[in-house]
């Protein structure tokens, strides 16, 4: 029988460990201090492994079998989930793999610098492709919509996070955020001889982009969070949430598309393309 959230809630914990299954190898592990681990049981050289996600209720059903079906996905293709998992953790002590994944969010989702830091994994909704950045952290809730770009690089600095709240965690206290110099730095390296660059350059040049490919104006206003004035502003409450969402994407493309000609522009350096299948 297939698990749910109720399910799930009302485990109680045992004198030792033991499991319940869902499907296909994806199993919640009930510890005796009440503490409930995802795992995935598979047979990989013909041999019964294991390996685990993280804990629930902080790795939600749906991330869980999303996981389990990229686990089983990497097992057909001949790939051990067990020995991935483990370059993934030595990818994670080098931050560059992050900041490259920052850096090109900033640019398909033209948010703040900020923004992007400090982010919790609360805020993403992989189901919806959504991001609501929260009112307390702007002047008021900001919900944006998700190219399937940016929710592969979600998806992979979810891996890279671990078990922290944040989506970018800080190497010394994974309970803390990056700095916000960290980003800086990161831009430096790419040198990219451009004078007088900044971080929020990013923000003008996907607005100019987006002006120049003939997008709605509020509707861009509204994805970067800005104040539209005057009595127009005051009446016009509309969210033009699937026109952004489309918006978003056909920019996501564009910028692969620059990536993948190997054009000589600063995004070419942030690393591959996340194609849309």
């Known amino acids: 029988m297939a698990l749910s ?3 799930l809630r009302t485990l ?3 004198n030792r460990p033991w499991q319940l299954a869902d499907h296909d190898g994806l199993v919640i592990e ?6 409930k681990i995802w795992r995935f049981r598979y047979r990989f050289d013909n041999k ?3 390996i685990t996600l993280g804990e629930y209720p902080a790795f939600s059903l749906a991330e869980a079998r999303l996981w389990r079906e990229k686990c089983r996905s990497l097992v057909a293709h001949g790939i051990n989930p067990a020995q991935k998992k483990q370059e993934e953790k030595l990818k994670q002590k080098d931050p560059t793999a992050r900041q490259t994944l920052a850096l090109h969010l900033l640019i398909i989702c033209m948010v703040r610098k900020s923004d992007l830091i400090e982010a919790t994994w609360s805020e993403v909704n992989f189901n919806s492709l959504e991001w609501r950045i929260p009112g307390e952290r702007m002047k008021m809730d900001n919900l944006l919509p998700l190219s399937k ?10 891996f890279l996070a671990g078990d922290s709240p944040y989506v970018f ?5 994974h309970r803390r955020p990056i700095s916000k ?11 990219l001889n451009v004078r ?23 509707w861009i206003e509204k994805y970067l969070a800005h104040k539209i004035g005057g009595v127009h502003g005051v009446y016009n409450r509309a969210e033009y949430l699937n026109q952004r969402r489309e918006m978003l994407q056909s920019c996501a493309n564009f910028i692969d598309a620059q990536i993948e000609e190997g054009r000589k522009v600063a995004i070419g350096k942030f690393g591959k393309a996340y194609e849309v299948k």
């Open 196 to 218: 007088d660059f900044v971080i929020h350059d990013f923000r003008r040049t996907a607005s100019t982009l987006l002006h120049e490919q003939g997008y709605n104006s509020d």
């Open 12 to 14: 109680a914990p045992r």
């Open 181 to 191: 110099t960290t980003l800086n730095c990161a831009v430096r390296t790419l040198d």
């Open 5 to 7: 959230d109720t399910k």
């Open 48 to 50: 019964s492994q294991q």
């Open 30 to 35: 009930v510890l005796p201090t009440g503490r």
């Open 149 to 158: 770009q940016a929710l592969a690089m979600f998806e992979e600095l979810k």
């Open 169 to 173: 965690p800080s190497r010394n206290d």
